[in-house]
């Protein structure tokens, strides 16, 4: 499966953005979908995850209230809606696919190259 996110760029304080990504294959819908970030100099941690069991949806602490993750099936592709944005918020987003409904990066299969979100203070 191979994974193409975009949406990223740069943004002020309090601002939003969209993320999309979308998957190669029709087998999408067999997959639970994730996002992660990482910051320069930082591990990459976890944002949110959509399962595809039932659509339950999961979020870091940090995020949560603020970042909405959301597929759509039909079109291969995973959203990640990121409002009331904070500086903190800036690294590079990856989306993730992976079998097992999971918040950790090692138990994702495939990955996407990553697009760059930077908040402005």
């Known amino acids: 499966v191979q994974l193409q996110a975009s949406g990223g760029g740069l943004v002020q304080a309090g601002g939003s953005l969209r993320l999309s990504c979308t998957a190669s294959e029709r087998t999408f819908s067999n997959y639970n979908m994730g996002w992660f970030r990482q910051a320069p100099g930082k591990e990459r941690e976890f944002v949110a995850t959509?399962?595809?069991?039932?659509?339950?949806?999961y979020y870091a602490n940090s995020v949560k209230g603020r970042f909405t993750i959301s597929r759509d099936n039909t079109k291969n592709t995973v959203y990640l809606q990121m409002n009331s944005l904070k500086p903190e918020d800036t690294a590079v987003y990856y989306c993730a696919a992976g079998v097992l409904p999971s918040t950790s990066a090692d138990d994702m299969t495939y990955w996407g190259k990553g697009t760059q979100v930077t908040v402005s203070s």
């Open positions: 959509h399962t595809r069991r039932d659509g339950s949806t």
